[in-house]
């Protein structure tokens, strides 16, 4: 079972990334020898994943060091994941691009050095994976490196390229993208719908971590726009009630249970409590509802009032629930809030569709065993709201699909295809390649 959560969660990830480098490098004829001819600037993404390789050297080396290789080897999990789900999905894109710019150059570059690194750090753990991938990522190419990854020196922290502070700002980012991505499973909105546009409310820490990386969290989130609002009252109203399960506990401390055999005497004891508690559920109705909202998910305790008693309030005495303003759908966390405009205009409808398409062309391709550098010729029919998209969008469509040619027609004898139905329309598509 360990073993076969190891090769999950660890190999496969590991081999995806490295094969999807070889394949894209080989089909380019890049080789780090191109990196003499330079390259544009690296992307935030780049200077972030050699940030993250720093941090990994950073952990792994003093737990080796103390002969504690368990530690060791799970550090390196989390960063595989966000090599895998997070840098490299992020930055596909630029891989597949085919005009050879500078920026493609920027992309197999930073891959390249995360990958030869990690031959280094893994090459204890699993010698034989690494062995295999540094004789093809450096030896193949230079015949003057160590004969093998057990003869290399183990990497050390390049202070230059460990940058905290865009660590940092990433993960804000991230935990940004990741609100909006829980509001559309909640909401049941497909990832592929483009939305007009998510509102975040942030202190202003993390207002300025998002900055610089507001383009790349809307891309994530598929939405046009990241805005701010001031204040989260722009977003929502808040709902207070009060944890009957805590607030009795401490209200029997404040009106404890005389110690008497009177029973008229413990009535009105119980009578005093019953009212307390009413009177709380009264003072918090009466109370700033934003302003509560705010201490409590600060973590901070406040006073009420109650029929002459002073009450503290701990976070887990209220509970707090959002009611998003009509046209937004909202999460927060900590001091974060995102809300996504909901509202689906017939522009971002079309662009769903578009997108759709898409999918279904290149899973298409996918089954037909096409090369990923094979240009098509596509062949549709389709119900008319999806066709009109699809013409809208032909561009597009052409430009994700490597399509040279679209047609509004049946396809010629011997074509791969497939027919579809969602979002309510039906469609009939197939491909040829050039």
């Known amino acids: 079972h360990v073993a076969d959560e190891t090769r999950r969660m660890f190999l496969l990830p590991l081999w995806n990334v490295y094969s999807f480098f070889v394949t894209y490098a080989n089909l380019d004829k890049w080789s780090p020898s191109v990196e ?19 941090s990994l050297i950073a952990e792994m080396t003093p737990l080796l060091d103390g002969y504690d290789s368990p530690s060791a080897a799970r550090a390196v999990e989390p960063f595989i994941d966000d090599l895998s789900n997070w840098y490299l999905r992020r930055a596909r894109r630029r891989f597949w691009k085919s005009e050879d710019d500078g920026d493609k150059q920027a992309a197999y570059s930073t891959l390249y050095e995360v990958l030869v690194t990690l031959t280094k750090l893994l090459a204890p753990f699993i010698p034989f994976v690494a062995e295999a991938m540094y004789q093809n990522l450096v ?35 991230r ?11 909640a909401k049941a909105i497909k990832v592929r719908q483009p939305l007009g546009r998510a509102i975040v409310v942030a202190d202003a820490s993390q207002r300025e971590s998002l900055t610089h990386l507001r383009d790349l969290a809307a ?22 009630r009060p944890n009957f399960a805590t607030l009795n506990e401490k209200v ?66 209220v509970l707090v629930t959002p009611q998003p303003k009509p046209g937004f759908a909202v999460a927060s966390e900590g001091t974060l809030v995102v809300a996504l405009d909901t509202n689906l205009t017939a522009e971002l409808v079309a662009e769903g ?81 050039k």
């Open 36 to 54: 003499a001819h330079g390259h544009a600037p690296l992307q935030s993404l780049d200077k972030w994943i050699l940030a993250r390789l720093q």
């Open 139 to 173: 030896r193949s190419v230079d015949a003057n490196a160590p004969e093998s990854v057990h003869h290399c020196e183990w990497p050390s922290v390049d202070e230059a390229k460990f940058d905290k502070q865009l660590l940092a700002d990433m993960a804000v980012a």
């Open 175 to 185: 935990s940004v993208v990741n609100l909006g991505h829980s509001i559309r499973a």
């Open 219 to 240: 891309d994530e989130l598929n939405v046009h726009a990241v805005e701010y609002a001031a204040r989260e009252e722009e977003l929502v109203s808040y709902q207070l």
């Open 252 to 317: 029997k401390v404040l009106v404890p249970e005389p110690e008497t055999d009177d029973k008229q005497i413990k009535k009105d004891a119980r009578e005093k409590r019953k009212a307390v508690m009413g009177g709380l559920t009264t003072a918090l109705n009466a109370a700033d509802a934003s302003q509560v909202a705010a201490t409590v998910r600060a973590g901070s305790s406040f006073t009420l009032d109650v029929n002459g008693l002073a009450i503290e309030i701990a976070p887990a005495d």
């Open 353 to 433: 569709l578009a997108r759709e398409f898409v999918r279904r062309v290149q899973d298409l391709r996918k089954s037909a065993n096409y090369d990923i550098a094979d240009h098509i010729r596509v062949f549709y029919t389709a119900t008319p709201k999806l066709a009109s998209a699809i013409e809208t969008w032909r561009e597009y469509i052409s430009g994700e699909t490597l399509a040279d040619e679209m047609q509004a027609s049946a396809a010629p004898a011997g074509a791969a295809s497939v027919e579809d139905g969602f979002d309510g329309e039906k469609l009939t598509v197939a491909l040829v390649k």
